[in-house]
């Protein structure tokens, strides 16, 4: 009888097929949730086209550089199916995973609970993304609004907000006891910063201590830059650092203040 | 051959309370090792220890050779862990589960022949959250043994299940040890450890109270035997109570009650033989690992229902039991 042994695959190739399963299982998960990822995508969508049938917001503007007020509002619900999707879900989600000691269950297995989280925010980052493609496609074949003029710096805006978003879920998540009490936080701060966003209130038509305000918020920064991007500008660097400040700091807090169990 | 487990003078305090005083333990390789006690008696302490998921305030622990905190990408290779009260996504499904977890291991299971193993196989495609008690908890024990572990450390393996779902936990994890993985096993459960552990240590107020095989442990309390019978006759009671292995005897109707020591049972035989008295419906209550351990323990909590016990909050906010 001869006894073959399959030699173990090198640790770090190793490593990578787990964070790799660790993903693919996250992003499954998340698909799954049915009712947040219909409401998640679904509400900017209905947003949108509730605007887009109100004529006098697709006049065009010279004050929007020829755009019209309904183009200006795409950066808006961008930014909130991106807020939906990290503040009140992703939140919910680690908190809840503590809650159940399935963090502490994978501090047992040589994953380590720290791969779980980073696979969860990946999954994250790809929903998210797909959430920014929806509305961007829908408005552009429903409504015919063009798509950033200055696109790559569309992107590059796109993919900062969604990295400071999740900073800002991840220290939801850090700071809440529990699922529930993330729910209540993560909802509390997403309407907050969407008010700052100019989701019922354009931010140019803030008085100017809000507007202060607004471009403040990562949600502010996020939406005047992602308008600065439609208009066809490089938005100035001060958005650019406001999200990385917030990306950084609340990404360095929340993995200070984060417990596994 | 070196001890698998060695755990020396663990102590761990919380906030200035203490959960584990002094705990010294050794497990050999392909035993079943009980750990017992009250809750808040420091048994899930002790175990996080060994886990590595809690750093010993003092004390040394070697498991495998390795110690749990400073070689933990090794440790987690060769060591199950089967928590209390962990669960899974909701959404989860079995096959999944097991998938992943084997995933995450150098040299893991056939994760498709564990499923099969423990009934799990038709559940394949069910989530976590529409599992039952059972099934929870074996896939629970599944995922323990997926990275095929030279030791699995087991936390109230059968808490929460019926008779029978308990009792087919238990002839798995038989089957376990008979793979050659040495166990260590928590429970406040005494039939679970009297059946399945060769070895146990009855921890109590954080401190190892005594250590040895189930059966070891009902001898010394063996004193407190229990003789029940009904005469045919009337018995003078100086007979029995004269007797120097005779604690007491009382009567109720025809049913006469005698308490000994370990050889109170031949004293009593012969005696009543002697006087040609019949004792009828004879039974002697044989001290067994529950009476050890509330002789030791002096708690009387623990016994039957492990679900029933509820301690104080303070107490499970200490050692989280």
Known sequence: ?261 | MPAVIEVRHLHKSYEGKVAVDDVSLTVEEGEIFGILGPNGAGKTTTVECIEGLRAPDRGEISVLGLDPRRDRAELTQRLGVQLQQAELPDRLRVGEALKLYSSLYRRPADWRELMETLGLADKSNTSFSKLSGGQKQRLSIALALVGSPQVAVLDELTTGLDPQARQDTWKLIEGVRARGVTILLVTHFMEEAERLCDRVALIDAGRVVVTGTPAALAEQVQEEQRIQFRLSVPLDHALLSSLPEVASVSQSGDLVLVTGNGDALSAVMSVLARNQIVARQLRVEQANLEDAYLALTGNSGAGRNPDAEQNSAAEQSVDED
Request: charged share 10%; no cysteine; glycine share 8%.
């Open chain 1, 1 to 261: 009888m001869s006894v073959t042994t399959v030699p173990p695959p090198p640790p770090m190739i190793a490593r990578r097929s787990a964070l790799l399963q660790l993903t693919l299982v996250e992003l499954k998960l998340l698909v799954r949730e049915r009712g947040r990822l219909v409401i998640g995508i679904g509400l900017p969508v209905v947003l949108l086209i509730i605007f887009g049938s109100i004529p006098a917001f697709k006049t065009p503007r010279a004050t929007y550089g020829g755009l019209s007020l309904f183009d200006e509002y795409i950066p808006v619900l961008i930014t909130f199916t991106l807020a939906l999707l990290a503040l009140s879900f992703v939140p919910v989600i680690l908190a809840g995973y503590r809650e159940k000691g399935i963090l502490r269950r994978l501090q047992t297995t040589p994953a380590g609970p720290v791969r779980v989280l980073v696979a969860q925010l990946g999954a994250s980052v790809v929903l998210a993304v797909i959430r920014v493609v929806v509305v961007v496609v829908v408005a552009r074949l429903g409504y015919h609004v063009p798509l950033a003029r200055q696109f790559g710096g569309f992107v590059i805006y796109v993919l900062l907000t969604i990295l400071a978003l999740l900073a800002v879920g991840l220290f939801i998540a850090a700071v809440a006891p529990n699922g529930r009490i993330a729910l209540a936080i993560g909802i509390s701060v997403l309407y907050l910063l969407m008010f700052f966003a100019g989701l019922w209130l354009p931010i140019p038509s803030m008085p100017s201590v809000l507007q202060h305000i607004s471009h403040a918020t990562p949600l502010g920064a996020a939406v005047t830059a992602l308008q600065d991007t439609a208009d066809g500008r490089w938005p100035p660097v001060r958005q650019l650092l406001t999200l990385i400040a917030y990306t950084v700091g609340f990404g360095l807090v929340a993995a200070r203040l984060f417990r596994w169990g």
